[in-house]
């Protein structure tokens, strides 16, 4: 566990830059995934966390995230965040079970900036998704109860000076994504709505405005996807990473390209449209 | 069968600090001094790969100097401590004060047990907090001492020359520039064969420079300075370097001022 004054031999010895790993020799119990549950489903215990998307656009790589948690019918929270900085070029957000979403992003996030530190240089891009992808496949026996955890990773990568998105499955599969992408219970309205909506020469704030429309239908259509909360001031968290580094636009910067999404649906409730014939763009 | 040597106490422990001392003093020097913003370090190192100076945490920044592999062990070792603790609690309960009492336990556990062989090493570690005031700096000794630096300290190869050149010299709340044109100059300030202390411009490619600098957004505080940030920091130094002051007590330049040492081979960092 956490030593005492004294540092343990184990600490002193060089070879392992990961700090799971270490975890796993050190204090086995503070790993997520090695708990042992009884038999049954677990999955309307816990909050879950609903719908990531995200977005490619040239110079750059978007994760947006609505803010409801539901837990069966009832909204167990209406502000939690779930787009997180992983480090200084990349991002996860996470759908599935809230608590060991958030637990498996600590976990990665330490083990990100961890080896940065031993090592004295960052992991590749695809280094981070496959480190990412086994940590989802530690949940696996969890996943199988109902507790799964299915997070979308987004980042820059410095030596293609591109933006990148990975998905992953319960099993730790991860997949590259092209243009875009979205996870969660309402992703499959959000990818209807950004395969509508998406071109690929989309500018840094056309591409906020894509993902806050997306979540918007999403939440239209998914009673587990939090809408923006207009009364509340609670709008999604997003986050934008560029060769200089990720960034969490204030809540200001949301709210005002909320505002004029919602400006717009009070005349078309449906959002914008997509020509019914060619390729052209609208 | 012969009878073993009797070794007092003392004498024991007095031999064991004077393998350490040799084995620290053969290294070159670092410096860390406390700027208006946070704390710079500054050490004369060729190497780019092997540092000196590294992160610890998000406040925390480590210094060392002697053998490579034993700070090396130590470092990695703190890097460890405070990530489990920051995963285990959280960011804000990872303190300097406990990673320095970790490495004087740990120094000084090894520097008085029988079997082991003693560190050749001294650190640094420091911690910037909201304010100036609330910055520390802890030096530990080989022997597992803590001392509590304020303002500046040295330690390694020359480091009564250095500090003593910093002595004069040093102002509290200095910008960074100013901050490390001292320290680059001190660090310059070294006896020569003849013991005399002599300044020389250290290249900048030859120098590793980091800060722990409070005014950064983001919560890890901990920044290399490139060379390029150090070329516009230092400016042109060959016209800027300090002559000593009349009535300073180095000896007179007796070389006729032949310039800079060139050509010193690379020492292990």
């Known amino acids: ?282 | 069968m012969s009878t073993p040597f009797y070794v007092s106490p003392e004498q024991l422990m007095k031999d064991r600090a004077d393998f350490a001392r040799k084995g620290i003093a053969r290294g070159r020097s670092v410096v860390v001094i406390q700027y208006a913003d946070g704390v710079l370090f500054v050490s004369e190192n060729p190497s780019q790969a092997l540092h000196k100076v590294s992160e610890i945490y998000d406040r925390i920044a480590f210094a060392a100097v002697g053998r490579y592999n034993e700070f090396e062990n130590l470092r990695i070792a703190g890097v460890r401590l405070a990530d489990m603790r920051g995963y285990a609690y959280d960011r804000r309960d990872v303190s300097g004060r406990a990673l320095a009492n970790a490495y004087a336990q740990t120094l000084g556990t090894i520097f008085s047990s029988g079997g082991e062989k003693p560190y050749e090493v001294e650190l640094f570690v420091a911690e910037i907090g909201d304010e100036a005031a609330e910055d520390q700096v802890y030096r530990l000794t080989y022997d597992g001492q803590v001392a509590d630096e304020h303002g500046y300290a040295v330690m390694g190869g020359a480091a009564d020359v250095v500090a003593g050149y910093l002595k004069e010299r040093y102002a509290e709340g200095a910008e960074l520039g100013d901050a490390l044109r001292l320290a680059v100059a001190a660090l310059g300030h070294t006896p020569d064969e003849k013991g005399v202390a002599r300044d020389r411009v250290i290249a900048t490619r030859d120098l590793e420079v980091a800060v722990l600098d409070r005014t950064r957004q983001r919560p890890r505080k901990f920044v290399r300075l490139s060379p390029a940030r150090l070329e516009q920091l230092l400016g042109d130094r060959a016209s800027s370097v300090p002559e000593p002051a009349a009535g300073e007590t180095t000896t007179p330049d007796l070389l006729g001022g032949a310039g800079e040492v060139e050509g010193e081979p690379p020492v292990a960092p």
């Open chain 1, 1 to 282: 566990m956490i030593p005492g004054p004294r540092l343990p031999a184990s600490y002193l010895q060089p070879g392992v830059s990961s700090f799971s790993d270490f975890l796993a020799d050190q204090a086995p119990d503070l790993l997520p995934g090695r708990r042992a549950l009884p038999q049954g489903q677990a999955g309307d215990l816990a909050p879950h966390g609903t719908t990531i998307v995200g977005a490619t656009f040239p110079g750059g790589v978007l994760l947006a995230g609505d803010r409801r948690a539901t837990m069966g019918n009832i909204i167990a929270q209406r502000d939690i965040e779930k787009v997180f900085a992983t480090d200084e070029y990349s991002a996860a957000g996470i759908a599935g079970t809230a608590g060991l979403a958030i637990e498996m992003i600590r976990l990665f996030q330490t083990e990100l900036e961890h080896y940065e530190k031993i090592e004295g240089t960052t992991l590749s891009l695809d280094g981070k998704a496959n480190r990412l992808s086994a940590l989802i496949r530690s949940n696996l026996g969890m996943a199988m109860q109902g507790l799964a955890v299915v997070p979308l990773f987004a980042g820059f990568d410095l030596g293609d000076a591109r933006g990148r998105i990975f998905s992953y499955d319960v099993t730790g599969g991860r997949y590259e994504e092209t243009g875009y992408t979205a996870v969660g219970s309402g992703s499959m309205f959000a990818r209807g709505s950004l395969k509508k909506l998406y071109r690929p020469d989309l500018t840094e704030a056309e591409v906020v405005t894509l993902a806050v429309q997306a979540l918007y239908d999403a939440a239209d259509d998914d009673s587990a996807t939090g809408g923006p909360d207009v009364a509340r001031r609670i709008f999604p968290i997003v986050h934008v990473i560029t060769a200089e580094g990720g960034r969490r636009l204030s809540g200001d910067e949301v709210a005002a390209v909320a505002d004029r999404v919602i400006a717009g649906r009070m005349s078309h409730p449906d959002g914008p449209t997509a020509p019914l014939t060619g390729g052209g763009h609208a």
